[in-house]
């Protein structure tokens, strides 16, 4: 019904900056929350930035002030711009999204990419 795909993962060198994007496509009738997501070697997932269809956001301590998130020009489309990386935000990101349906009974699920990798390395 939905797909996510992400793009712009990659090799960066610590200190350099990625920018990831995330379009959302199919039977979508409202996008009420963009988030992103990694998960690093050993690690859970977890957040790292949320956005609301208000335009509040919200990130993860640990990259508070270096990651931003924010909505693209075309349609449900976001991005995640990664500032000043380290080598410990090395992961798979994945996009995620609270949508409402744009078929009966019209639900709201949650959605998910397949992930993109970034590794930060010299």
């Known amino acids: 019904q939905v797909q996510l795909v992400e793009s712009g993962g990659g090799l960066v060198q610590p200190g350099g900056s990625l920018r990831l994007s995330c379009v959302a496509s199919?039977?979508?009738?409202?996008?009420?929350?963009m988030n992103w997501y990694r998960q690093g070697p050993g690690n859970k997932r977890e957040l790292v930035a949320s956005?609301?269809?208000?335009?509040?956001?919200d990130y993860a301590n640990s990259v508070r002030g270096r990651f931003a998130i924010s909505k693209d020009g075309a349609k449900n489309t976001w991005s995640l711009r990664m500032n000043r990386l380290k080598p410990e935000d090395t992961a798979v990101y994945y996009c995620?999204?609270?949508?409402?349906?744009?078929?009966?009974?019209?639900?709201?699920?949650?959605?998910w990419g397949t992930g993109t990798l970034v590794t930060v390395s010299s």
């Open positions: 956005l609301s269809s208000s335009g509040s956001t």
């Open positions: 199919g039977k979508i009738f409202n996008i009420y929350s």
């Open positions: 995620n999204a609270g949508i409402v349906l744009d078929v009966p009974p019209y639900d709201s699920m949650d959605f």
